[in-house]
């Protein structure tokens, strides 16, 4: 599924790409998120216009006339109790398939604008927001010490490796590692291609790829580790951008997911000029960059 800047939706097959009109009011819509959840519903997040609920051929919308926080819907997860957590530009909010109950600064949420959800090895919800980072616990925002070190961060990518470290992409101010309570930030002086990090993918053989305004780059994970361990070494950022065949070197980030791993292995990034595909390849560590 591809969302476009412009607020249309896309699918493709690996065959053929079309356009989605599957959606009520199509051309009033401007999409910004999709997700399917477990039980095989479409999720359609907007910028205005709330969340649709796609399922059997039925179509349902949640608005702020709904007690949705905001309509401007920035991501969408499931959490283990099939609860629909939304990120938006004013709280979080969550649908338990029968009402909505929102979180806000009032509830313990560090900031009103929310850019990131994800969900840690505990089950708790991890939400990144344009000023700090929270745990939702048992239906709480609960206070982390841990995370009161990243208060005046933009949060706008999430990940968490085997070992249970975030890794966390920021607005402007590098990435960042959050390990057994310690935190720390890599920059363009450790090695960073920029340090604004829209999203954080991570394959199998160890690698981080990450997507930014400078355009995407991987780096070794063994090299990121023993740099936050205070060991020798040094990282290697491998960039890709216009010399591999992009349009634009600028990706696009600010809703998620701003980018994700196909079932083929294949990494796909959303850029101002297009969607970005890279194949990372078997042999010699090639990698193939086309722009759908």
Known sequence: WIATFTGQLYHYD?????????????????VRTVYEDRAGALWIGTNGSGAIRLFQGR??????????????????LEDQASG????TGSGLSRWDGHKIANYYIEDGLSYPSVRSLAIDRNGDIIAGTDSGLNRIHNLRIVSDPAFAQLNKEKIWAIHEDADGALWLGS??????????????????????????????LELPKGKLWMSSPAGVFSIAMNELDNLADGKPGAIHAVPYGTP???????????????????????LWFPSIRGVIRIDPGVKDGAVTVAVA
Not at 14 to 29: N, Y
Not at 84 to 87: E, F, G, L, Q, R
């Open 14 to 30: 690996r065959k053929k790409l079309e356009r989605f009109r599957g959606l009520p009011s199509d051309s009033d819509l401007l």
């Open 59 to 76: 179509s349902v919308a949640y608005t702020t006339r709904d007690g949705l926080r905001s309509d401007s819907v920035r991501q969408i």
């Open 84 to 87: 629909i957590w939304m990120a």
């Open 171 to 200: 607005r402007g101010g590098g990435l960042f590692r959050l390990k057994s309570g310690r935190l720390f930030r890599f920059t363009v002086r450790d090695g960073l291609l920029n340090d604004s990090i829209y999203q954080i």
């Open 244 to 266: 591999d065949g992009m349009e634009s070197s600028h990706m696009n980030g600010g809703s998620q997911p701003a980018g994700c791993i196909a079932s083929s292995g294949e």
